[in-house]
Structure formats: structure tokens, C-alpha cells
């Protein structure tokens, strides 16, 4: 069988570029190794409760009839045909970053912010200004151009270590795969993203946005296989002449789009066989606990969306020796959101740093026994954040690199993949080419956005 592209994998990246491939009438099929698509943000279904994977917050909010200068949502919205409407997303009331010594409110109004650091460091409110101004001017740039030090580039513009720790524990949090420091045009997109446009939700949750994907895509003649994993490209002469599927069936295609990553994609080669590409792979690994509760978490005292929070000195954005990191953390209550109705359930979410090599290395029984102490000490942390949960939880669950690793084949659990991205997407290999993860775009936006780019450069040319 023959086909225009090739896609591996069914998250959002994947999914995003198909509809845009089979919207130019491309023969396009997707090859997703999972029973379900969606990949990091995907869905399933567990005790008789459903769940979103990942979803805490939709980042790049469009209000409606919004009429400023271009936006991601709008690019994404306009790419893929798709009205605001169906998406269904509704705005956050508000989200905080807290830190011992402080906390700062954001909404989805950047002045907000800036009144907050106004309010909690009234000498550096000048230079977030000046830093607000750089991130709105800052070129869009999808190139390989070589990585500049955040954290260098912030002593330009703020002398308090506690608000370079602030501001950057959102943006670390949802989206650097590196350790310590990020890329600057990474805090740039972050920064614009989180705190410029803002947080929302769909109201439905990740199957809205994942339903309007694959809707589009088989209506437009896309083929999507699931449970049918890639497990060789063959390379001749530099190029992929076939696509060995797990089924024991060979597929050709022009061009090979892979959102498996960087390292899981070389691996598949056959004309590599050494571990030359192995050190690149990506070492940040999260937790993620999930508590079902009988009471609203705003009546036990969670007022925010999403909480971003630290303990003790310093905020340390690195891989933990520890199996969790519980000094610092991501909270969010679904129920928060302006969704028009009430949610139907009431739901807190929270996500720590995790070891990537402790959660592969223990058998079973340790492993489940682990996981369970971590989801004890967790809820622990997160009522420090609000109020006692523990005789409101009617259900648990949670997830480890372990977990994500299994589901979606991320070497060490990385949700953000490789430290080392390829944003031309291009490979050694000329008709093979990466989107999502580790072509450098991340969360739910990001993908989408590397999806389209990536399809309109590598997959609608020629
Ligand atoms: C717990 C959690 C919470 C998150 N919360 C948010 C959030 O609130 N907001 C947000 O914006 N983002 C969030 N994210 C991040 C976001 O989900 C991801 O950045 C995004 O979904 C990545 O999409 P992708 O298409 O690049 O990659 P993936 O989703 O990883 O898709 C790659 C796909 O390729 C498949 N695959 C891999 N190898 C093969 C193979 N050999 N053959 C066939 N298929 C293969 C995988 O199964 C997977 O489906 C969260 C992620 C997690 C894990």
C-alpha cells in the first residue's frame, strides 16, 4: 500500500497534521501504536469513572469575536477549519503561582500579573514590564537557531531571584524538557502563552478537542490505525522506502512524519544501529495523581484553576533523586473554569517531578506500593494549597514515567521529550521528518501548532 504521508502517532501533533494533509487531498495515514488516540493527552476509563490523561488547562485562550493581532488559537482554529464553537473552551477565573514567601494571581489579562508583581516586588515591576514588551515584539521563529539561556536573558530585565523563580515555575512546569534553564524563545512562546493569552478548558474535556480532530480527519478520507505500532523504518540511500508495521505489513509513503520523538524515531531506522542518539533523550518525568472528591474543592478552600507552587528555598527544575519531588507541584480543579453549567463531578489533579529511573527499575508489587505512599503524600502537600481533602476522596488514581512510557512509548516517562530540538524537523534521513515533542512544540497548542507547520512544510510541498 502507498500513501502521500505517513503519520506515527495519534496525539494532538499527529492528529493535527493529518486533517491538514487530508484537507489538500494528501493519502494520509496515521499509525498509532495505542488502542486509543489522543497520546500524553489522551483519555480512558477506570473504575467506572472516565478520565482525561493530562488535561489541566488549555493554554492560548481566544475569547470570542476576538479582533487583535494574529493568535495561536486562530492560526489553529483557521488551519484545520474548525469553528471556535467547536472546540467548546471556556475561559479560568484565575490561577496563582505560590511560593513560600509569596504568591502572585494570574487571569487571563496580562495586566493582572503585572499589578501582582507590582503589589509583591514593586522594584522589578519596570523590568517585567520591559520583559512583557520584549516577549509581545519577539520574532516568530520555527528554525534551528542556537539556544539562548533564559536565565541569563532575565537578569537583563530582574534582580530578584524569588520572581525569576516565579515567573519561570508555570512555564518550566508546562512545557521545558530541560533541566535547570530553558531555551529563550521557549520562555518567549511559554510566556505568551500562559501569561499573555491564558489558560481555558474545554468543556468536555480532552474528547472535545480529540472528537473535532478525528471527526475532520476521517470525513476528509484520512485512514487511522490504532493498536498498530511502527517498528522499522526502512532506510535506503538516505530515504525511508518502507514503513514496517507491527501487523507484519509494509506501507510506502513520500514523506514519514513521526511524533514518537527524536530518540524513539532514530531508533526505528534500520540503517542505525548504534545508541548514538540515546543521551538525547529527554529526563524530566512527572507524576500525576488524580482524587474524585464528594465535596467542591472550592468550598474546601481551592479557589485557583491551576496552582503552581514551591516549598523551601529555591525552585529546582531538575530530575529529583527522591522517586517524587513533593517540594514543588502543579494543582488543578477542573470546576474552577467559567464553564456555563457546573462540572458533574468535582475533581483536583496534581503533578509533581519525578525520578525517571527509580519508577522503571522497582517490581511490581514495590512499584504499586510506592505509588500508592506517593498519592498519600501528595494529597498531603496539596492540602497545604487549600484545605484537607482526605475524608472527601470517593476514588484515586495515578500515574507514573512508568505509565507514560507504557501508553506512549516516551523514553524515562519524558512528557517533553528530548532536550535537543529539531525545529526544522528535518532528519538525517531526507523524506523523514518530526513533528510535536521534539520538533520542539509542546502541550496541547503546541502540538497542534508543529502538526500544521510541519504538514504545510514537509507534507504539502511538491
Ligand atoms: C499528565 C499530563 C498532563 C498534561 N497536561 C497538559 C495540559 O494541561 N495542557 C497542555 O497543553 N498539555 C498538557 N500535557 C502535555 C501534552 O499532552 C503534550 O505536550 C502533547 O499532547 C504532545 O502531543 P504530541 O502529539 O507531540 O505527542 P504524543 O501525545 O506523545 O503523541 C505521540 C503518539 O505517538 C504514538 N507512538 C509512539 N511510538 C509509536 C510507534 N512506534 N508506532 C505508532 N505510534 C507510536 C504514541 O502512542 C502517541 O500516541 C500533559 C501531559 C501529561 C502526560
Known sequence: MRYDVVIIGAGMSGLAAGVRLAHFGKRVLIVEQHALWGGLNSFYKKGGHHFDVGLHAVTNWLAPGYRGSRIPMQRILRQLRISWEELGLEPQTRSSVWFDDARMVFTNDLAVLTQEVQRCFPDQVDGFVRLSERCAEYPEANHDTPPVSTRRVLTEYLSDSLLVDMLLCPLMFYGNAEEEDMDFEQFVILFNSIYREGFCRPRRGVRQVLDVLTDKYTELGGELRRRTPVERLVVKDGRVTEVVLG??????????????????????????????????????????NIWLLDEDPKALGFEDCVTFFNRGPGFAWR????????????????????????????????????????????????????????????????????????????????????????????????VYGSPHKVKSGCTEVENLYLCGTDQGFVGIVGAMLSGIAMANQHGLRG
Open 247 to 288: 501487523r507484519g505489513e509494509n506501507v510506502e509513503a513520500d514523506v514519514v512524519l513521526s511524533s514518537a520523538g527524536l530518540v524513539e524515531t532514530m531508533a526505528m531506522r534500520s540503517d542505525v544501529d548504534d545508541d548514538r542518539f540515546e543521551p538525547l533523550a529527554g529526563k524530566l518525568a512527572f507524576t500525576e
Open 319 to 414: 530530575s529529583p533523586e527522591a522517586p517524587v519531588d513533593l517540594s514543588s507541584g502543579v494543582i488543578c480543579v477542573p470546576g474552577n473554569y467559567a464553564h456555563a453549567e457546573p462540572l458533574d463531578r468535582h475533581m483536583v489533579r496534581a503533578t509533581h517531578l519525578a525520578n525517571h529511573r527509580v519508577w522503571f527499575e522497582w517490581d511490581e508489587a514495590r512499584y504499586r506500593e510506592e505509588k500508592g505512599a506517593y498519592i498519600q503524600r501528595s494529597l498531603a502537600t496539596v492540602a497545604e494549597r487549600g484545605g484537607d481533602l482526605s475524608g472527601h476522596v470517593t476514588y484515586t488514581d495515578g500515574f507514573t514515567p512508568r505509565t507514560v512510557t507504557q501508553f506512549t512509548r516516551h523514553r524515562n516517562g519524558a
